[in-house]
């Protein structure tokens, strides 16, 4: 249910724009977040190769005593075996950090009821990230997921059609601002398709081929279900220093009291009329939202990944300054997340 109001607004009415307009919008967005950007995230990581989250590198450095919140996995047992202290192993930062971007574009992210269109904080987030890791020679490539295939719409049928592998585009990973601004362009004009594309697989593709230790960054709506990009996350985390941007709409987590709604789910073509008026029906959707953003949470957390939310009628770019300072107080205290 939560999933199918989520799309409302897509579907064009007389009088409305069309939203394959939203391609255009995110070129002229595009066009001033590089001056916002720049104003208020630079020199939040001058200087510092140890990219956006903690885990600053993957040589090894000198040992110090372990403190609660540090990862096991980097235990020094010889050091710990000579002093009967537990040690960790510091890492020292790699010079040249590799970051790829997972961005998902699919049907559901066409929708937005506040500020801006969720597609257009996908690619805000994308432009903020690129600013913050290209700087020193890094080099950021990214992965594009736009949709699947074209639905047929089935009425009284409850069970969506199964996911397809959509177009996935490979961006290859480069350093420099002018060929991270083309990378931004090729996001911010990809055309958002109908049907349900598969998450799992857009993410699959920052497995293949195995790279040496970078930072991944997945940016979606989550929407599909857990159980179809749970797995591909956590073998991304065995290697990578995972970030996951969740995209949120307020419509998404309650619904409105504005009469008799109709809801066209885009990734699968299916329509319903919600009676909005109802206060029990808007508690229920309340509650399951609720129930579905606590289980993508929960498989981002058992995944390993650093959890950002990013919602449309909030301000997104203060959010990820607000992100970015706790990632780097926790790191200056020696803990891991």
């Given at each position: 249910?939560a999933?199918?109001?989520?799309?409302?607004?897509?579907?064009?009415?007389?009088?409305?724009p069309?939203?394959?307009?939203?391609?255009n919008?995110?070129?002229?967005?595009?066009?001033r977040?590089?001056?916002?950007?720049?104003?208020?995230?630079?020199?939040?990581?001058?200087?510092d190769?140890?990219?956006?989250?903690?885990?600053?590198?993957?040589?090894?450095?000198?040992?110090?005593?372990?403190?609660?919140?540090?990862?096991?996995r980097?235990?020094?047992?010889p050091?710990?075996?000579?002093t009967?202290t537990?040690h960790?192993?510091r890492?020292?930062?790699?010079?040249?950090?590799?970051?790829?971007?997972?961005?998902?574009l699919?049907?559901?992210?066409?929708?937005?009821?506040?500020?801006w269109?969720?597609?257009d904080?996908?690619?805000?987030?994308?432009?903020?990230?690129?600013?913050?890791?290209?700087?020193?020679g890094?080099?950021?490539?990214?992965?594009?997921?736009?949709?699947?295939?074209?639905?047929?719409?089935?009425?009284?049928?409850?069970?969506p059609?199964?996911?397809?592998?959509?177009?996935?585009?490979?961006l290859?990973?480069?350093?420099?601002?002018?060929?991270?601004?083309?990378?931004?362009?090729?996001i911010?004009?990809?055309?958002i398709?109908?049907?349900?594309?598969?998450?799992?697989?857009?993410?699959?593709?920052?497995?293949r081929?195995?790279?040496?230790?970078g930072v991944?960054?997945?940016?979606?709506?989550?929407l599909?279900?857990?159980?179809?990009?749970?797995?591909?996350?956590?073998k991304l985390?065995v290697?990578?220093?995972?970030l996951?941007?969740?995209?949120?709409?307020?419509?998404?987590?309650?619904?409105?009291?504005?009469?008799?709604?109709?809801?066209?789910?885009?990734?699968?073509?299916?329509l319903?009329?919600?009676?909005?008026?109802d206060?029990?029906?808007?508690?229920?959707?309340?509650?399951?939202?609720?129930?579905?953003?606590?289980?993508?949470?929960?498989?981002?957390?058992?995944?390993?990944?650093?959890?950002?939310r990013?919602?449309?009628?909030?301000?997104?770019?203060?959010?990820?300054?607000r992100?970015?300072?706790?990632?780097?107080?926790?790191?200056?205290?020696?803990?891991?997340?």
């Amino acid at each position: 249910m939560a999933r199918a109001a989520a799309v409302t607004s897509t579907t064009p009415r007389p009088g409305e724009p069309d939203p394959l307009a939203a391609t255009n919008r995110s070129g002229a967005v595009l066009s001033r977040l590089q001056l916002l950007v720049t104003r208020k995230l630079d020199g939040l990581l001058q200087g510092d190769y140890a990219g956006l989250l903690p885990g600053p590198g993957s040589e090894a450095g000198e040992s110090r005593e372990y403190r609660p919140g540090d990862d096991v996995r980097r235990m020094d047992w010889p050091v710990t075996a000579r002093t009967t202290t537990p040690h960790v192993r510091r890492t020292v930062a790699d010079r040249e950090l590799e970051t790829w971007l997972a961005v998902d574009l699919s049907a559901s992210l066409d929708f937005g009821t506040g500020r801006w269109l969720k597609r257009d904080v996908v690619i805000a987030a994308a432009a903020a990230i690129t600013h913050l890791t290209v700087r020193g020679g890094n080099r950021i490539g990214a992965v594009v997921g736009s949709g699947g295939d074209v639905p047929v719409p089935r009425r009284g049928r409850r069970e969506p059609p199964p996911a397809g592998p959509g177009r996935l585009v490979r961006l290859p990973a480069r350093s420099g601002r002018k060929e991270a601004q083309g990378m931004l362009r090729a996001i911010a004009g990809t055309e958002i398709r109908p049907g349900r594309g598969d998450l799992g697989a857009l993410i699959d593709m920052l497995n293949r081929p195995p790279r040496r230790r970078g930072v991944a960054v997945v940016i979606s709506d989550f929407l599909a279900p857990p159980a179809q990009w749970a797995r591909p996350l956590r073998k991304l985390r065995v290697r990578q220093d995972l970030l996951a941007i969740e995209v949120v709409d307020p419509r998404e987590l309650e619904l409105p009291d504005v009469g008799v709604l109709p809801v066209v789910d885009p990734e699968t073509g299916e329509l319903h009329e919600v009676q909005t008026a109802d206060p029990s029906l808007r508690h229920r959707y309340a509650a399951a939202a609720a129930a579905q953003r606590a289980e993508i949470s929960a498989a981002l957390r058992a995944a390993g990944a650093a959890h950002l939310r990013l919602r449309t009628d909030r301000d997104w770019l203060l959010d990820m300054v607000r992100f970015v300072a706790a990632q780097r107080h926790a790191r200056t205290r020696g803990t891991t997340r």
